[in-house]
Nanobody
Framework: EVQLVESGGGLVQAGGSLRLSCAAS????????IGWFRQAPGKEREGVSC????????YYTDSVKGRFTISSDNAKNTVYLQMNSLKPDDTAVYFC???????????????????????WGQGTLVTVSS
């Protein structure tokens, strides 16, 4: 069974940091890209960042560039999202997802394949207080 499990969410003050983890099982990790998405109350799910486990290529949406860093530990089948300088606008449920790199990058950058991603985690809540 393919499974993604997120952890690391919580409540933090503006300007603080959190590190999210996405642990994958049941898949050949280095053939996939892992993406982070978030959904705030009343808003659509949006792509935040993604990384190819094959070659380490990364992408960040403009609103998080310079503040968030995505990384992959292939030995642990885990992807991390280090979030610094958090803002109240970052408050959302954060989800990780896995798929082949082309479909994942399209999902994060354009949202066009977001509904077709192979597997999703259950989500972890990040709340940033002002």
């Amino acid at each position: 069974e393919v499974q993604l499990v997120e952890s690391g969410g919580g409540l933090v003050q503006a300007g603080g940091s959190l590190r999210l983890s996405c642990a994958a099982s049941g898949l050949t990790f280095d053939e996939y890209a892992i993406g982070w998405f978030r959904q705030a109350p009343g808003k659509e799910r949006e792509g935040v960042s993604c990384i190819s486990s094959l070659d380490g290529t990364t992408y960040y949406t403009d609103s998080v560039k310079g503040r968030f860093t995505i990384s992959s530990d292939n030995a642990k089948n885990t992807v991390y999202l280090q979030m610094n300088s958090l803002k109240p606008d970052d408050t959302a449920v954060y989800f990780c997802a896995a798929d082949v790199p082309l479909r994942m990058y399209r999902a994060v950058i354009t949202g066009s394949t977001l509904g077709y991603l192979e597997v999703w985690g259950q989500g972890t809540l990040v709340t940033v207080s002002s």
